[in-house]
């Protein structure tokens, strides 16, 4: 890991150097002399970057640092410069090219590469230690080149670059070229030597950060994480239909296939329930004893409330 870190900063350097090499000789005492061409180039092509600041929220926003103007809530590389996004990804506006998309907790150095010859626009210098980013740009004559601890990435171009590099534990490193025109991706190994070429289509996950150890139909994407979901208060993305709604309580469902709505009877329930009636019995002739199940009968009929209130005028009027 020392090793790895330790090469990293020499690529940062590196960047650094190639960056500031122009602005030292300028600094060098000789004659006043006409601005040559390459100049003019870089005067023309203007700032490599422009990213947008957030000062409300400076934990979510980026932060950055280099050779850099701030104006209008924008940060604006000129040569080079170092970009830390907080909590969500960072869109960093690369001018007359595209998009560069810095993952959250992400940190890249950019600079611009000095060492085309005059008269061309240079290529893009990126340098991370871990993260992902998104680059979804215009690529030029001059190839971009991505440095990791343990890869130089080189995208090539002319082309449409729709690249997503993402930078696990232990050296994993996957790289997905997708699009319809996507570019020219080389991946080379600083330490073990060889390439690697990634097809158009293909997403490679490049496992312990070795060319040896390649799963080349990596089915984890290789950009940034998504979003955690938010809690809402008023769900308007399930009232829009655009999410799906909580599930409901089994209930009743007729035959007809709407839901069934419950209804509570209205039911008077008196102090001793009565029992269901008795099968009548036959009246028995005049002067024949009845029967204990035929004078028992009657009786049960009479429970309940309005045999209570029978027997109670019975006793009243001395029917008993």
Not at 84 to 91: A, D, I, M
Request: glycine letters at 10%; a negative charge; proline letters at 9%.
């Amino acid at each position: 890991m020392q090793i790895r870190q330790a090469n990293l900063a020499g690529v940062l350097a590196l960047a650094a150097i190639l960056a500031v090499a122009p602005a030292l000789s300028a600094q060098a005492p000789q004659a006043v002399q006409a601005p040559t061409a390459e100049q003019d180039t870089q005067n023309e092509a203007g700032p490599i970057a422009i990213v947008p600041l957030d000062n409300k929220n400076p934990d979510k926003g980026a932060k950055v640092t280099g050779a850099l103007e701030v104006t209008q809530g924008k940060a604006i590389i000129a040569s080079s410069g170092t970009i830390t996004s907080g909590t969500e990804t960072t869109q960093v506006i690369l001018p007359h090219r595209g998009v560069l998309r810095v993952c959250a907790s992400t940190s890249v150095k950019l600079a611009a590469d000095s060492s085309v010859p005059a008269g061309e626009i240079p290529g893009l210098m990126i340098a991370m230690e871990h993260g992902a980013v998104e680059a979804s740009y215009a690529t030029g004559q001059n190839s971009d080149i991505l440095m990791t601890p343990d890869f130089r990435i080189l995208i090539g171009g002319p082309g449409a670059a729709d690249v997503k590099i993402r930078l696990g534990q232990h050296g994993d490193t996957c790289v997905d070229n997708a699009g319809i025109n996507a570019p020219y991706v080389l991946v080379t190994s600083i330490f073990e030597g060889g390439a690697y070429r990634v097809q158009p289509g293909q997403r490679v996950m490049f496992e312990h950060g070795s060319l040896h150890e390649v799963v080349d139909q990596e089915k984890e994407p290789c950009g940034c994480p998504p979003a955690e979901a938010k809690g809402n208060e008023f769900p308007l993305a399930q009232s829009e239909g655009l999410a799906p709604l909580a599930k409901a309580a089994p209930s009743a469902v007729n035959a007809g296939g709407t839901q069934a709505v419950p209804v509570e009877p209205l039911v008077y329930k008196s102090p001793a329930q009565a029992p269901p009636p008795a099968t009548p019995a036959a009246e028995p002739a005049a002067g024949t004893a009845a029967s204990p199940a035929a004078s028992t009968a009657p009786a049960k009929k009479k429970t309940g409330f309005f045999g209570s209130i029978g027997k109670f005028f019975r006793r009243i009027f001395g029917a008993e």
